[in-house]
């Protein structure tokens, strides 16, 4: 029997790998090895519906049960790869045991930042479905959450805690909500949601020293207030899980280089998910780590795997749900010059369009979730469109790609 396709990591990007893999005609053996005691599940729950008590973690695993024994993958939880020589083509495995390989996907994902202090049982960060049972246990009336953090996950746990009654302060360094993702300016409407929730947000300020006391914990801002709660969660982005390809001597730049198929330097070795900085045709190189991306890129990387040479050139799209509010982003501005906005943002019911040079780069809605998807097709496109057409609503966004 020859040596087994390898997949290092147990995420959304190896689940979806997997099953293309199968899909697409891969009948020798693949070994899933995963360091998590799970099969790859879904994370963007844990922060949602799942922290506050909707749905089950029977509810968040990415296949059912039973699919990859009746695809026939070798599945290992709990097991982690130490270390991969690319010449050999082998990997050791915690314990001792090694395994060679035919061809490998390296999709270890990452892990959350820890800055201020240690997890522990009432300072909490969110990653695993274990950290949100923890931090589930610290929500509800007459509880008092502190959020350190306003990106993503701080702006979702802010927004599920207020509505299981828990009492939140947010601080944010930065000026505004996402704001590094959205501007500014779009980001005081994010403030203006949470506020009207509830949330007393504090902008620009930072953390200090974070305490446990004996019934709660203290967190020390940089203007001197010593902010009280039941418990803190600290939001500050993950780490990429470069360690074993970085040993391995495979290039990493804000996490495992890969070129425009996924595929890295060495011979037969393959970064998708979180952890892999790609050099994305549009976009250059970046590093995505939302559902859809793991998703699309654990998909495509599958058909490299297989000897495709079509790039990965998906614009990339994502979303947040906090409240009542849909909020919808695709493509990737790291800069932009000029933000074109549809609709009213005053109504909460508008499209930005985020342009470099005229081109659009990246795009986002609340309320506008067509905007998005046909926006993805000018930024694919590279498209240069008329301001004035892109920002009147009497004029479809389609009609605005070539040809």
């Not at 915690?94 to 390296?106: A, H, Q, V």
């Not at 930065?174 to 959205?182: D, F, H, K, Q, Y």
Request: charged share 25%; net charge negative; with cysteine.
């Amino acid at each position: 029997m020859s040596d087994p396709v390898v997949i290092v990591g147990a995420g959304l990007a190896a689940g979806a790998a997997v099953q293309t893999l199968r899909q697409e005609g891969e009948d020798g053996p693949i070994v899933l090895l995963g360091a998590e005691p799970h099969l790859p599940y879904e994370r963007p729950p844990l922060s949602k519906e799942y922290l506050r008590g909707e749905t089950d973690a029977e509810a968040l695993p990415l296949h059912p049960t039973g699919s990859y024994e009746e695809w026939g993958v070798d599945a290992r939880t709990g097991v982690r790869a130490t270390a991969l020589d690319v010449g050999d083509r082998t990997v050791e495995l915690e314990g001792g045991d090694s395994l060679r390989y035919r061809i490998l996907l390296l999709a270890t994902g990452g892990r959350a930042r820890v800055i201020g202090a240690e997890p522990s049982e009432r300072v909490c960060y969110l990653r695993t479905v274990e950290d949100a049972d923890r931090l589930r246990s610290h929500l509800g009336g007459g509880k008092h959450l502190l959020v350190v953090g306003a990106g993503f996950i701080g702006c979702e746990v802010a927004a599920s805690a207020r509505g299981l009654g828990t009492e939140v302060t947010m601080i944010e360094r930065g000026p505004a909500p996402l704001n590094r993702v959205l501007g500014e300016g779009m980001g005081r409407v994010l403030a203006e949601i949470h506020r009207e929730h509830g949330v007393d947000l504090r902008l620009e300020t930072g953390m200090g020293e974070v305490r446990e006391t004996d019934g709660g914990v203290v967190v020390e801002t940089d203007h001197g207030e010593a902010l009280e709660g039941d418990a803190v969660v600290i939001g500050a982005g993950i780490i990429p899980n470069t360690e074993l390809a970085e040993a391995a001597g495979l290039e990493v730049e804000n996490g495992i280089a890969v070129d425009a198929r996924c595929a890295t330097a060495a011979d037969g070795v393959f970064a998708a998910g979180d952890v892999a900085s790609h050099d994305h045709p549009v976009f250059g190189r970046i590093r995505v780590e939302h559902f859809d991306n793991a998703l699309k890129m654990g998909a495509h990387v599958a058909g490299a795997m297989l000897g495709s040479e079509d790039p990965f050139d998906d614009p990339h799209w994502f979303w947040s749900d906090q409240y009542d509010v849909n909020l919808q982003m695709g493509g990737f501005a790291a800069t932009w010059d000029e933000i074109v906005i549809r609709g009213s943002v005053e109504d909460r019911d508008f499209t930005a369009f985020y342009l470099q040079d005229g081109s659009v780069r990246s795009v986002l809605s609340i309320g506008r979730p067509r905007d998005v998807r046909r926006g993805m097709r000018l930024i694919k496109a590279g498209v240069r469109p008329d301001v004035d057409a892109l920002r009147d609503d009497d004029v479809d966004i389609a009609s605005l790609l070539p040809g």
